[in-house]
């Protein structure tokens, strides 16, 4: 009996303990408070985020939300703001329309805060902030939409050019320098996109014979590809990475240089890797793509011991290799690649010189050996910590076997 009501009172005891360890809602937005005084938003969001989680009531989630609102501001995060307010409009009345309003400015979504801007006046029609704004916004979605009609006319007229086979090789030429122009707008891409430009590019470059009008279109697929999954995933279903890799085996450098910027900008778009300097790979965006990613790296992993393959693309697939090797390291692909015998795959190609020439023998530039040499030292930092050994013995047993292979060829 004893040993039953001392364990009653142990359990009682500990309940009564956990549930003053238990903070509140109202706690953690109080704490929250004080550290946004003290300017320290990281904290702020924080506590704001655990009372959120905490709370059930929606009244209280609406201050919340908002504090979690102002502290996203400081912070400069637009993104979650729109999404903070999102979540808070299904809850509450729209004086959290400001706030989003503002985020959508900042993130020159300017349709969608002129939208906004509207709802408050309706609501608020003495609001003397927001008029003026307002009025700046209306014109400037009214120029966007002039801009996208004229744009929309213009990529008609030259997608009609660059495809019509009776217009003189300059002018289609210029056409396609023109729609290439056009992509550095995204009101430009899109409109291409839109017009079904992909298919039609794909069609050209598999029958055309102009270089110039093959590299850019290649260059337009790669800037449609830029930044946007929807698009990225839409031009590898139409075109095909096997395509791809057809498209840059070849002798110009002008078409392989611009079919690896190509490559290169689809699997940014699937890392999340941007052009500023040390850019990173957002986790997120590699585990959500994993899979695309691994079956480029794969393919291009595969094709480098190919002996169909011109020197030009051999270089410019190790090349990929090499600069993308440490950006998928959540993926662990460095050590997938070593595992997959790619180190024995690149030795191959390092192997190979220029002055001796044998039916197998792989087609290489003057800069091949050097290329490889960097990318082998680029997979070897990769995985320095955690398969050093494994690359090690890769090596040994490379250089082992043709030691012991019979014919002059592995000897030289």
């Not at 999404?83 to 979504?109: G, V």
Request: include cysteine; charge should be neutral.
């Amino acid at each position: 009996m004893r040993f039953i009501l001392t364990h009653k009172f142990i359990a009682r005891f500990s309940y009564s303990t956990m549930a003053k360890s238990v903070v509140s809602a109202k706690e953690w937005n109080e704490k929250g408070n004080e550290e946004f005084e003290k300017g320290n938003w990281s904290e702020a969001l924080s506590h704001y985020t655990n009372a959120l989680n905490v709370e059930e009531n929606d009244h209280d989630k609406r201050m919340y939300y908002g504090n979690r609102i102002a502290t996203y501001l400081k912070l400069g995060n637009y993104e979650k703001v729109v999404e903070d307010c999102d979540n808070a409009l299904m809850i509450c009345c729209n004086k959290i329309l400001y706030h989003r309003y503002q985020a959508l400015i900042a993130l020159d979504k300017f349709e969608e805060a002129f939208r906004d801007a509207e709802i408050i006046i309706s609501s608020d029609p003495n609001n003397k902030v927001i008029q003026p704004v307002a009025t700046r916004l209306r014109e400037i979605v009214q120029d966007r939409r002039n801009k996208d009609i004229k744009i929309s006319a213009k990529v008609s007229n030259l997608l009609d050019q660059a495809f019509d086979v009776n217009v003189s090789e300059k002018g289609r030429e210029v056409a396609m320098n023109n729609l290439l122009v056009l992509t550095r707008d995204e009101a430009g891409v899109e409109e291409i996109f839109k017009k079904e430009g992909v298919s039609k590019i794909a069609q050209l470059v598999k029958v055309d014979t102009n270089e110039e009008v093959i590299c850019s279109a290649i260059r337009i697929v790669g800037e449609l590809c830029k930044n946007n999954i929807s698009r990225t995933e839409s031009v590898m279903k139409s075109v095909g990475l096997p395509r791809f890799l057809e498209i840059m085996n070849s002798t110009s450098i002008q078409r392989v240089n611009a079919s690896q910027y190509c490559l290169q900008n689809i699997l940014n778009t699937y890392s999340g890797v941007t052009n500023k300097l040390y850019s990173k790979p957002d986790e997120a965006l590699c585990a959500a793509h994993k899979k695309e990613i691994d079956t480029i790296l794969l393919c291009l992993s595969y094709s480098i011991t190919s002996i169909t393959l011109t020197g030009l693309a051999r270089d410019a697939i190790i090349e990929l290799i090499m600069r993308n090797i440490h950006c998928v390291t959540k993926l662990d692909w460095a050590k997938r690649f070593v595992e997959l015998r790619g180190v024995q795959r690149l030795m191959e190609v390092a192997s190979e010189t220029e002055e001796y020439k044998y039916k197998s023998s792989m087609n290489i530039t003057s800069s091949t050996q050097t290329i490889t040499s960097v990318c082998l030292a680029k997979i070897y930092e990769n995985v320095y910590y955690d398969d050093k050994k494994t690359f090690i013995n890769a090596i040994d047993e490379f250089i082992e076997d043709k030691l012991h292979s019979p014919d002059i060829e592995s000897k030289v």
